[in-house]
């Protein structure tokens, strides 16, 4: 089963931002010993305590300290940006590290209506153009710009010998035709959505483009807390589950909880439901546990390669779930 990192940089109650950020370098550090096939950072907007506002930035220190490991945006939020300047970036990125660098392209804020409108006058109207600048950028990488384009003789330099690959991220039935219809590899956010990700990914695989002459190539992304034991696991959770019931509330302290916080919390009736209905979408447990939860969503999605999301209060306890996952299957 093929491997992959996804991380939001969160903060951790008690942590810096910068320390945040030197997690994130440390977990794709290790990802590059481990041998997963790819790391993907999240761009995120003044929302939830998480540290990365900007993946391309982050990508180029991760891959300066990486040898191997595919490096990309999960997701560069294409609405807010210019597919040129997209194209210039990440062209500059895997002409640093050839053949690593992948663009996963998103339609969604990534923060609050204040802060959309901070970044781009019309959201709403990008939103819309989704579909056409995802051409246009494609054309810009490729070098394949028509010619009647007012565009036709710009180019973003460096260009690399290998263009970044580029992939749709979502968790609908539209983002899936999208991807289809654009012959892009799609990642399906499971972690994310309680649609049916499984006949969403299968409407995928039916709608692909032949005219691309490229193949459906499927990610599905879920969320994973491993530890050497269920009750260890159960237990690193409860900070991570807590942090979701804080952002939900909309509270102050949106950086992840500790343990002995989760534990001592007096929650409410409705949040330990809302706790059960998030864990449905979670894979907690020990090693053979997490195991088999994922072979049984192989067997419903098929995927060609899963994406872990793992966040917890101590970095330690990311790096083992991810370590453990690894030896699995290896």
């Known amino acids: ?35 997963y096939e790819r790391y993907w950072i999240a761009e995120h907007h003044d929302l939830f305590g998480l540290a990365c506002s900007n ?8 891959g300066s300290k990486t040898e191997k490991i595919r490096i990309g945006a999960g997701a560069v939020l294409l ?28 339609r969604a804020p990534g923060g609050s209506a204040e802060v959309s409108l901070a970044l781009v006058d019309n959201y709403l109207q990008e939103v819309g153009k989704f579909p056409e600048k995802i051409t246009t950028l494609e054309q810009f ?16 330099t460096p260009v690399p010998k290998v263009s970044p690959s580029l992939w749709i991220l979502g968790t609908s039935e539209k983002s899936a035709l999208l991807a289809a219809e654009k012959g892009l590899s799609y990642a399906f956010g499971h972690f994310m959505t309680s649609e049916e990700g499984p006949k969403i990914v ?7 483009s032949p005219a691309t002459n490229k193949s459906p190539y499927v990610i599905g992304a879920i969320e994973v807390v491993c530890a050497d034991s269920t009750a260890e696991a159960e237990r690193i959770a409860m900070s991570s589950l807590l942090w979701k019931i804080n952002q939900n509330k909309q509270a102050t302290d949106l950086t992840i909880p500790t343990i002995k916080e989760a534990e001592n919390y007096p929650f409410t009736t ?22 088999e939860k994922m072979l049984a969503l192989q067997a419903d999605y098929e995927a060609d390669e899963w994406m872990v999301i793992t966040s917890t209060h101590d970095p330690n306890h990311t790096y083992r779930s991810y370590e453990l996952l690894k030896e699995m299957w290896t």
Request: aromatic letters at 6%; a negative charge.
């Open 270 to 291: 409705e949040e330990l439901e809302k706790i059960e209905r998030m864990k449905q979408k979670m894979v907690i447990g020990n090693p053979q546990e997490v195991k």
């Open 202 to 208: 299968q409407t995928y695989r039916d709608a692909f």
């Open 55 to 62: 993946p391309s930035v982050m990508l180029s220190a991760i």
């Open 141 to 156: 990488l490729t070098g394949t710009m028509p010619e009647e384009s007012m565009y036709a003789k710009v180019t973003p």
């Open 1 to 35: 089963m093929k491997l992959s990192i996804l991380d939001q940089a969160p903060i951790a109650q008690g942590q810096t931002a910068r320390e945040a950020l030197e997690t994130a370098i440390g977990l794709a550090q290790l990802g590059d010993q481990l041998g």
């Open 79 to 106: 609405p807010y940006y210019q597919p040129f300047h997209v194209a210039e970036t990440y062209n500059l990125l895997a002409t640093l590290y050839p053949n690593r660098v992948d663009i996963g392209l998103g």
